[in-house]
């Protein structure tokens, strides 16, 4: 049963003296918000949600290690972001059919001068999509999920490097260095601009 | 005059100094950027640039999620975990992460397998040395701990395999013939041991299991009774059925749970801390 009522801290108390169903109360609280940076990090539904139920699977086995001045919702997001980077890590190694996706610069101009909406417009937007999603195939999953934090999730650097693991110095040259892949990347889509 | 470097344009771009370093050093290094960006046209042209082409990076909108997400992922959740205190006196007890039932339960199982297995040996060792006469010699036995090595070892291999296929049926296209032809023979080759499995956890209070096991027996009949494969409507209800039980998922957490007790099992077998 879901006690909404109940703050976060009381939630893990309860669940630590043994009420395994006060954590429902935190998984629905908490489950959009970490949908939410899962999927901009994954780029998939399913895996997200695979990514979601996992690192709410790792809070409750770690719940003794959270410290009480902690805020939950952080912590839970860090476990998610370090979840789905393992995930991405993982579907690279396994993925054997991303070749298709490296596509010249050079070979994909696309022209954007035109205004006018319409089924060539329309084709053009999804290709440019297509450019994006590809650019951002193109960094390495630190990258990726470095980016995310910083360009989408609004994160401080500080806090990218305690979610990804490492110096806020290396995160930011993890940002860095996505900037630069994806604006080397979707170049061609300046033509015209 | 020196211009900005690349890194330090996004740095400005998102409020922070390229440089990691603490308070009054930051706004120092980003009053100095922004007094150099208002005095340098072509530094004022690349920031410009800069701002957008990131800005074409528009944030990625995730899909809507319905408004009982949260309980959906609960109820997916909820049959892996086990109470605090339950599992602390669990991880007191023998060490392999099981109930005291199912621990007691598993302890008859093999004291009457141990039982059987001396009398066994006693019976021909008795009739061998009738025949022959030989000097005395002890029976060794395998003691209990590498027994419930071996049901564990089989166990986490079988939820291994099944993990793969499961993750393969979640890829499958609906397009591709070859594929869930494969697919189907996998699950008929799975579905003998899943079944001995089953058996073997039967009474072992062990529901996440049992019901993971049900589920999975139920999936793997479905594919494999497809005898010329699994056409697009098949496999899309198949995925279906996977997805909303969030079987993969449940496979995952108690393949994991099993590794880690054969991990221990085996530091133990090795004579190593656990």
């Known amino acids: ?193 | 005059m020196k211009h900005l470097s690349e890194e330090e344009l996004v740095w400005r771009h998102y409020g922070e100094s390229a440089n990691q370093s603490e308070g009054a050093n930051q706004s120092e290094g980003a009053n100095q950027t922004d007094e150099h960006l208002k005095s340098c046209a072509q530094c004022a042209e690349a920031f410009e640039a800069l701002t957008r082409d990131l800005a074409e990076i528009a944030p990625i909108d995730p899909p809507q999620r319905e408004e009982g997400y949260g309980q959906r992922v609960w109820a997916a959740l909820a049959p892996s975990l086990e109470p605090y205190a339950r599992r602390k006196r669990a991880w007191l007890g023998l060490g392999l992460g099981l109930g005291r039932g199912a621990r007691m339960r598993w302890g008859l199982v093999y004291g009457a397998a141990l039982a059987l297995l001396v009398a066994g040996a006693f019976y021909s060792g008795r009739q061998w040395e009738q025949q022959r006469k030989p000097p005395v010699t002890a029976v060794r036995q395998a003691p209990a701990p590498v027994k419930q090595h071996v049901v564990v070892v089989v166990l986490s291999d079988h939820l291994d395999q099944s993990e793969r296929l499961l993750v393969e049926l979640k890829h499958a296209e609906p397009d591709s013939p070859e594929a869930a032809s494969a697919l189907s023979d996998q699950a008929r080759n799975l579905l003998v041991a899943n079944r001995i499995c089953r058996q073997d956890v039967t009474g072992a209070d062990d529901p996440a299991l049992a019901k993971a096991l049900d589920r999975l027996d139920r999936l793997l009949a479905e594919m494999a009774s497809q005898p010329g494969g699994l056409d697009a409507a098949a496999l899309a209800k198949l995925q279906d059925e996977m997805n909303s039980e969030s079987l993969l998922f449940q496979v995952r957490v108690l393949r994991s749970g099993i590794s880690n007790r054969r991990k221990a099992g085996k530091t133990r077998l090795n004579g190593g801390a656990i």
């Open chain 1, 1 to 193: 049963m879901f006690r909404m009522g109940k703050s976060d801290h009381a939630a893990i108390r309860a669940i630590l003296a043994g009420d395994k169903e006060a954590y429902g109360a935190l998984v629905a609280r908490h489950s959009q918000s970490l949908f939410r940076v899962a999927f901009r990090i994954i780029g998939n539904e399913a895996d997200a949600e695979d990514v979601v139920q996992e690192a709410f699977l790792r809070g409750y086995r770690g719940l003794e290690g959270f410290e009480s001045r902690s805020n939950f919702g952080t912590w839970i997001y860090r476990i998610a972001v370090r979840c789905a980077l393992d995930r991405l890590g993982s579907r690279r190694r396994n993925e054997n059919d991303r070749v298709g996706e490296e596509t010249e610069p050079e070979r994909s101009q696309v022209q954007v001068a035109d205004s006018a909406p319409g089924p060539g417009r329309l084709l053009l937007s999804g290709e440019i999509g297509a450019m994006r999603e590809s650019a951002m195939q193109s960094l390495t999953p630190t990258e990726r999920t470095a980016f995310v934090l910083r360009h989408m999730e609004e994160r401080t650097t500080e806090e990218i490097g305690v979610a990804l693991g490492i110096q806020p110095n290396a995160a930011k040259q993890a940002v860095f260095r996505a900037v630069e892949k994806l604006r080397r990347r979707l170049a061609p889509l300046r033509v015209n601009r």
